[in-house]
């Protein structure tokens, strides 16, 4: 899990219609930044020990919370679905029940239409990709093979990493894809290393949404492609302040379940790239895309093998079936989008 020309036009516009933000200058109004993105651009100037040691203590619980659900669930999503780890991409108000392959192939249209969407293709000579909460490297291995490039990716979790790398030895592809456990917030390269820095749905467990991004733009060569999908909440209306309770509360019991921080809106990312001075800016809702996903995902928790899977994997992932039904309702009413924001860094 920005801005806007009128307060919620930019992010609600089909995939077809997709505005493109070269310069601040196009932005007749900037929306209100979310509370959420506000007290993470506060935390900084905070003086107070006490609440500097709490926020710290707070950020290591959430990072080891996150390890330990991916080390524990991501040998029941590999038996289940395959190695990509995301939402697929489907044509909205597709009425076609796909088969499993179907939904794994959407799976790999999310990746492909996300590179399309960011104008990322063959002819560009993509060399270096990092791939930011990598998760078994799905996205890795695929950008690998289709560009000749050189990946590496981070998670915090030890197990996906691990099976990252025995999956790229097992598919030859060691020489090209490499894995390790580090933090997005402080990632262990050099600035400038990478053509495309890639962020597929791990945004939404950044409990600091500016210094995510600030990561994401030091480790992009100049000239570089990033490119951020990710879970938000719906874009606040002129004058709202904030979401309303009964939205916030459908929230946060999504987060308890899959250890998320705050959420922040789409253009919320947008205000945070242009204050950065990048380039290229774009951002499109793909909500309807990926509506068929969660109920799919629920589907195949139901059969024989997903059961038996689901209680054999453990309690963080019963309760996460548990929780998908909340997430197609907030996709439903609106309060869940799922985002694409993409941009360039200048030369």
């Not at 939404?204 to 990561?215: I, Q, R, T």
């Amino acid at each position: 899990m920005k801005a806007t020309l009128a307060p919620s036009s930019l992010i609600s516009l089909p995939r077809h219609k997709v505005s493109s933000l070269r310069s601040p200058s196009l932005l007749i109004q900037s929306q209100r930044p979310s509370s959420a993105l506000m007290t993470t651009m506060k935390t900084a100037s905070r003086g107070s020990v006490a609440v500097t040691a709490a926020a710290t203590s707070s950020v290591e619980a959430l990072r080891e919370g996150i390890a330990e659900f991916y080390n524990e669930t991501s040998g029941l999503w590999e038996e289940i679905w395959g190695d990509h780890m995301h939402h697929g991409f489907y044509d909205p108000d597709s009425s076609v029940q796909l088969s499993d392959s179907g939904h794994r192939e959407a799976q790999i249209r999310m990746i492909e239409e996300s590179l399309r969407f960011a104008g990322v293709t063959e002819e560009k000579k993509i060399k270096r990709v990092v791939d930011v909460g990598c998760g078994i490297g799905g996205s890795s291995r695929y950008i690998a093979s289709k560009f000749g490039a050189e990946c590496v990716g981070i998670t915090l979790s030890p197990v996906q990493a691990k099976r990252a790398n025995d999956l790229a030895a097992a598919q030859s592809l060691s020489h090209k894809v490499s894995f390790q456990v580090a933090d997005a917030l402080e990632q262990p390269f050099e600035d400038g290393m990478f053509d495309l820095v890639w962020s597929m749905e791990s945004g939404e467990h950044m409990p600091d949404k500016a210094k995510f991004v600030k990561e994401l733009v030091r480790v992009a060569a100049p000239g570089g492609r990033i490119i951020i999908v990710t879970w938000c909440h719906r874009n606040l209306s002129q004058g709202e302040e904030a979401l309303q309770p009964w939205e916030q509360n459908l929230l946060d019991r999504i987060c308890k379940t899959f250890y998320l921080p705050a959420w922040c809106s789409t253009s919320d990312y947008v205000n945070l790239l242009q204050s950065l001075s990048l380039q290229d800016i774009k951002c499109a809702d793909w909500s309807e895309n990926v509506a068929p996903f969660w109920p799919a995902v629920i589907r195949t928790a139901l059969t024989w093998k997903g059961l038996v899977s689901l209680l054999r994997s453990g309690m963080k992932s019963i309760k996460g079936a548990l929780t998908m039904p909340l997430m197609i309702e907030g996709y439903k009413k609106g309060i869940i989008k799922f985002g694409i924001i993409t941009c360039q860094k200048p030369l």
